[in-house]
């Protein structure tokens, strides 16, 4: 059984990945409006959050989600706070990171396919049914506008996130040497 601890290095982190998921989602993003309202945004912004997720574990996936939400919501409010949109910032970081631990069974590896898996299934289960659900309910844009342009957006951004997040994990392990034994940033295995 893995011990689960919470380190100052591995809070730094997660603040540092909340700062970039609040900035890529709020400004370098393109929002398109559709039935009144945002239906769609074009950008990365979750990308922080999905890395968190699958690098760190899915709690700290989760937490980056939530807080990362929460901290943008304060900082640039456009209408009430719904903690619906919370609980699907958190379940980008938390998917993954499940997925990830259950098809990596202990191993610290993270190959393409699982992945691809991690990305998909978040991809699937909150872009395209979770969050359409919620904007119908909350503000009344029908999923039959919603449904399809989240679909064609994760046609294109799974193999992007895919691709990205695997190099960028290739990358990390030649950088974050995090002790004498060379253990290394791929910590996907593991929930703290």
């Not at 259950?102 to 289960?125: D, K, N, Q, S, T």
Request: glycine share 12%; aromatic share 10%; hydrophobic share 60%.
């Amino acid at each position: 059984m893995l011990k689960a601890r919470m380190t100052t290095r591995m809070l730094t982190r997660m603040a540092l990945l909340i700062a970039l998921n609040v900035i890529i989602e709020r400004v370098f993003s393109l929002r398109i409006i559709l039935g009144g309202v945002e239906g769609l945004r074009i950008g990365i912004g979750p990308l922080p959050v999905v890395f968190a997720g699958i690098f760190m574990g899915p709690l700290a996936g989760g937490l980056v989600g939530a807080v990362g939400d929460l901290v943008g919501f304060f900082i640039g409010t456009t209408g009430p706070y719904m903690p619906h949109f919370t609980l699907t910032a958190a379940l980008r970081g938390v998917i993954p990171g499940l997925v990830i631990l259950l098809a990596g069974r202990g191993r610290r590896e993270v190959g393409i396919f699982p992945l691809f898996m991690a990305v998909a299934a978040m991809f699937v289960l909150v872009n395209i049914l979770i969050l359409p659900y919620f904007l119908e309910i909350l503000i009344g844009t029908l999923r039959v506008v919603t449904v399809p342009a989240k679909i064609v957006e994760a046609v294109v951004s799974i193999p992007a996130y895919t691709a990205f997040l695997f190099a960028l994990g290739r990358i990390l392990e030649r950088v974050f040497v995090l002790g004498p034994d060379k253990r290394f940033l791929h910590l996907s295995a593991r929930i703290w």
